[in-house]
C-alpha cells in the first residue's frame, strides 16, 4: 500500500465509528447543473445520523390509502454510494458521494 494513505473500506469505517470530527476533501459534483471538478476540504466534518427518539416513524403500507404520500424515505446510502454529513456547527446536512473521496484525515484514499 502507498505510503500516509488509507483504503476506501477503511474511510468508510472510521467515519462509522468517529466520536470527534474528521477531515474529509473530495470532489464537487453535480449532474443536474452540470458542474463538476472543484476540490472542497471540510474539517470537523461527522456522518449525519437522526439523534435518539427523532426518527420518523413510517407507516406500514397496508395501512395507507393507496394515494397519500409516504411520510419518509430511504436513502439507499449503500446503494447509492452516498453519505450525509454535516460539518462543524452547521446542522445543513450535506451528501457526499463515496467514489469522489480524495484524503480522510490527511490521508489519500485508494481503493483497493
Given amino acids: 500500500m502507498i505510503p500516509n494513505s488509507i483504503r476506501l473500506a477503511d ?3 472510521q467515519m462509522e465509528e468517529a466520536d470527534t470530527g474528521f477531515t474529509l476533501r473530495f470532489v464537487q459534483a ?3 447543473r452540470k458542474k463538476a471538478g472543484k476540490i ?9 445520523r437522526p439523534r435518539q427518539g427523532q426518527r ?7 395501512d395507507v390509502p393507496e394515494a397519500a404520500p409516504r411520510s419518509s424515505r430511504q436513502p439507499a446510502h449503500f446503494a447509492n454510494a452516498t453519505r450525509n454529513l454535516v460539518q462543524g456547527r452547521s446542522t445543513q446536512v450535506r451528501k457526499v458521494h463515496i467514489w469522489l ?4 484525515n ?7
Avoid: M, N, Y
Avoid at 472542497?40 to 449525519?48: D, G, I, N, Y
Avoid at 473521496?101 to 480522510?104: H, Q, T
Avoid at 490527511?106 to 483497493?112: A, D, E, I, R, T
Fill in 101 to 104: 473521496i480524495l484524503a480522510f
Fill in 56 to 62: 420518523k416513524k413510517l407507516v406500514p403500507a397496508a
Fill in 11 to 13: 474511510a468508510l469505517q
Fill in 106 to 112: 490527511g490521508k489519500k484514499v485508494v481503493l483497493s
Fill in 40 to 48: 472542497v476540504e471540510w474539517h470537523h466534518c461527522r456522518l449525519s
Fill in 30 to 32: 453535480d449532474r443536474k
